[in-house]
Antibody, heavy 120, light 110 residues
Framework: QVQLVESGGGLVKPGGSLRLSCAASGFTFSDYYMSWIRQAPGKGLEWVSYISSSGSTIYYADSVKGRFTISRDNAKNSLYLQMNSLRAEDTAVYYC?????????????WGQGTLVTVSS | SYVLTQPPSVSVAPGKTARITCGGNNIGSKSVHWYQQKPGQAPVLVIYYDSDRPSGIPERFSGSNSGNTATLTISRVEAGDEADYYCQVWDSSSDHPDVVFGGGTKLTVL
């Protein structure tokens, strides 16, 4: 079945870095846009970034632009999020999700999420 | 930037109909998608393209979209429907397409 599994979350100090990974299975990864979406504790969903199927098109939310970098390795069926200059407000569960129907479509499925905590 | 407005909470008795709204400027011109999120779990798609249901989602879930309001309707509500619900659209008003989520609505089954 279609599955996404995130890893790499943890506790990091403000100003630190972390790299999240998302392993995809059960579908042709290279055919789909992919995205990262986060959810701060007790808060709603916030889109972070998406990347086209080839990796040639990338967009970020203003809140992470210049600090986060999304990438993918289609040979490894994997999606990544490099997070630098982390701030307390980046504390959240980070979900990877497949984008269905490019630009205008929906997210399905979502991974189980990985928790990132930014604290001294 | 585009804003989606949802009521923070909706309460409904079992067996009744719940309606969760998602307001946005001329949202009827956009495609709206809805997600259900139960505590401690990842969101799950329940409606896409305004009113289509993914396989495995009960027919009790339906959607509509017109004017400035999109609506998720849950008929014959069950205790298991208690969850947070989020609407989502894409906004192309800036220099690149953005994803926008509503603030979420907590559905309480009385």
């Amino acid at each position: 079945q279609v599955q996404l599994v995130e890893s790499g979350g943890g506790l990091v100090k403000p100003g630190g870095s972390l790299r999240l990974s998302c392993a995809a299975s059960g579908f042709t990864f290279s055919d789909y846009y992919m995205s990262w979406i986060r959810q701060a504790p007790g808060k709603g969903l916030e889109w972070v970034s998406y990347i086209s199927s080839s990796g040639s098109t990338i967009y970020y939310a203003d809140s992470v632009k210049g600090r986060f970098t999304i990438s993918r390795d289609n040979a490894k069926n994997s999606l990544y999020l490099q997070m630098n200059s982390l701030r307390a407000e980046d504390t959240a569960v980070y979900y990877c999700a497949r984008v269905v129907a490019i630009l205008g479509g929906w997210f399905d499925p979502w991974g189980q999420g990985t928790l990132v905590t930014v604290s001294s | 930037s585009y804003v989606l407005t949802q009521p923070p909470s909706v309460s409904v008795a079992p067996g009744k109909t719940a309606r969760i709204t998602c307001g946005g400027n001329n949202i009827g011109s956009k495609s709206v998608h809805w997600y259900q999120q139960k505590p401690g779990q990842a969101p799950v798609l329940v409606i896409y393209y305004d009113s289509d249901r993914p396989s495995g989602i009960p027919e009790r879930f339906s959607g509509s979209n017109s004017g400035n309001t999109a609506t998720l309707t849950i008929s014959r509500v069950e205790a298991g429907d208690e969850a947070d619900y989020y609407c989502q659209v894409w906004d192309s008003s800036s220099d690149h397409p953005d994803v926008v989520f509503g603030g979420g609505t907590k559905l309480t089954v009385l």
